[in-house]
């Protein structure tokens, strides 16, 4: 019977095969895409999905009839560039999984990645300036817990902010870059920045001197009058900040940066904390070689 069957139905059952085929890739390519952007970001893994259904619908229309010239070759086009995307998008997620392995601070792959383009530090120092930052600050509370009971580690924040050398106004701001900050919450106040001596952080920049700022509640803006802020800057700062340590960084005797570790709703001895210093000595020694590596902080002062 086989042999007497229309040569349509043979054309028929070939075509069928092609279908099947098509529909067995799409599903085996869905599948390594899943396993290749596990963990990856959402908007890295909504991307892969997209380009995947184009991929998968064009392969499907490209083995359905009819068998246009134009039409098979526009699809077999996107079918490619879909699939270069996908290749793409997987082999970023590769490189980011490689280097997640590599870091102390697996969390922050991305921000580590963002931080090292912008300052010029490779990803390894740039991890490790995070490190450090969260040592500096578990230092602190531990001292400080030995003066007072009540100190809890959960108010305590710490962050570092580097210069930027500024188009406009003043020659240069500070401002803390991606990842350089434990427990601030608030991106708004992750924003703030500061001019030459402005602030604590802006004088302890300047003068290149540990300080120690409280609030003060009977003064207009809730600070030593002495330390300039504008109005922008209040409104970022968290309403229960309570006190400030500055710690400035140098190379040189060229300041480049100043690491800040600060408290919420903690009543602080002032003479507790310029004591504590002497416990974040090698974290910040440590912190300074990392970041004389890297020139720009230095130009930027200058």
Not at 113 to 123: V, Y
Request: charged share 25%; net charge neutral.
């Amino acid at each position: 019977m086989a042999e007497n069957s229309p040569e349509g139905d043979n054309v028929k059952e070939d075509k069928s095969g092609g279908e099947q085929l098509g529909v067995q890739v799409a599903k085996n390519a869905r599948f390594l895409a899943v396993l290749a952007m596990e963990n990856a970001p959402t908007w890295a893994r909504i991307l892969v999905f997209v380009c995947y259904a184009i991929f998968a619908l064009s392969l499907v229309v490209l083995v359905t009839p009819p068998y246009d010239a134009n039409k098979q070759i526009i699809v077999l086009s996107i079918t490619i560039i879909s699939l270069l995307v996908l290749v793409v998008i997987m082999l970023n997620q590769f490189k980011r999984v490689v280097m997640s392995e590599k870091l102390r601070n697996p969390r922050k792959v991305d921000e580590i990645k963002k931080g090292s383009d912008i300052t010029g530090l490779t990803p390894v120092d740039y991890d490790r300036a995070i490190s450090l930052l969260t040592q500096i600050r578990a230092n602190i509370f531990h001292c400080l817990s030995r003066h007072q009971s009540d100190v809890s580690i959960s108010k305590i924040r710490a962050n570092l902010f580097l210069p930027q050398k500024s188009n406009d106004g003043p020659d240069y701001v500070l401002k803390i870059y991606p990842g350089l900050h434990v427990n601030m919450d608030k991106s708004r106040e992750r924003e703030i920045s500061f001019g030459p001596g402005e602030g604590l952080t802006g004088r302890v920049f300047e003068d290149g001197k540990p300080r120690v700022a409280e609030r003060i509640p009977s003064e207009a803006k809730g600070w030593d009058s002495s330390y300039t802020l504008t109005d922008d800057q209040l409104s970022r700062i968290h309403p229960k900040l309570q006190w400030i340590l500055s710690i400035p960084l140098k190379h040189d005797n060229t300041p480049i940066g100043v690491v800040n570790i600060d408290g919420l709703q903690e009543d602080v001895h002032v003479d507790a904390l310029y004591g504590c210093i002497h416990n974040i000595f090698g974290e910040i020694a440590t912190m300074q070689e990392l970041l004389s590596r890297n020139t720009a902080f230095k130009e930027a002062r200058s």
